[in-house]
């Protein structure tokens, strides 16, 4: 399975883009990458997901480059309600199950 | 509207009880999934199960069983509870789709305390 290594921590204001990087050097050429948003108490939710170059939604963009080692995870405009834990997933669902790492762990502050 | 439903959002047990944790889904997923959530660990993977009556071991298997009597229905069992799984368990499904956009939809978990 792909490994992931994101930064544990992320301050940031309102009203600032946040990007969150995540490293999956061994990335498998099947393998999609998958993030998702935790906050307290709560199960995570997805957020975006995309195989290469750059997917944007309602929420958030996720950069990919051309060899896909990495990802960035864009989130505009940040609000305090965007506090939360980011997660990074590597995987190729049937053939393997998503792995959750640690996550980032987004302040957002007033 | 997506719905993976756990049993209990909290629950207190004694070391040595048999503990059944229960996920109810209702979007006729194939794959669910057991995990467990604890501070500065993240999610780690228990079971799995693509089918019913089929199950794999995730990262951290021991101590624990699961059954699929149901498609909706996986269930994770403790069958000696210790001190050492209190953790937050969170249960997920999900349809696996090669080249499609494979979501995995969470419950809200359920909080477990060992004494």
């Known amino acids: 399975l792909a490994k992931t290594t994101q930064p544990i921590s992320m301050d940031s204001y309102e009203g600032q883009e946040v990007n969150i990087t995540c490293s999956h050097n061994n990335i498998a050429t099947n393998d999609y990458i998958t993030w998702y948003q935790q906050f307290p108490s709560q199960g995570p939710r997805f957020i975006i997901q995309?195989?290469?170059t750059k997917v944007t939604n309602e929420v958030a963009s996720l950069f990919i480059p051309a060899d896909r080692k990495s990802s960035t995870l864009s989130l505009p405009r940040v609000s305090l309600s965007d506090t939360a834990v980011y997660y990074c997933l590597v995987g190729d669902p049937p053939h393997t199950p998503l792995v959750f790492g640690k996550g980032t762990r987004l302040s957002v502050i007033a | 509207d997506v719905k993976v439903t756990q049993s209990s959002r909290y629950l207190v047990k004694r070391t040595g009880e048999k503990v059944f944790l229960e996920c109810v889904q209702d979007?006729?997923?194939?794959?669910m999934f057991w995990y467990r959530q604890d501070p500065g660990l993240g999610l780690r993977l228990i079971y799995f199960?693509?089918?019913?009556?089929?199950?794999e071991k995730g990262d951290i298997p021991e101590g624990y069983s699961v059954s699929r009597e149901k498609k909706e229905r996986f269930s994770l069992i403790l069958e000696s509870a210790s001190t050492n799984q209190t953790s937050m368990y969170l249960c997920a499904s999900t349809v696996f789709r090669v080249g499609g956009q494979n979501i995995q939809y969470f419950g809200a978990g359920t909080r477990l305390s060992v004494l």
């Open positions: 995309g195989y290469k």
């Open positions: 199960s693509y089918d019913v009556k089929m199950k």
């Open positions: 979007m006729d997923h194939e794959n």
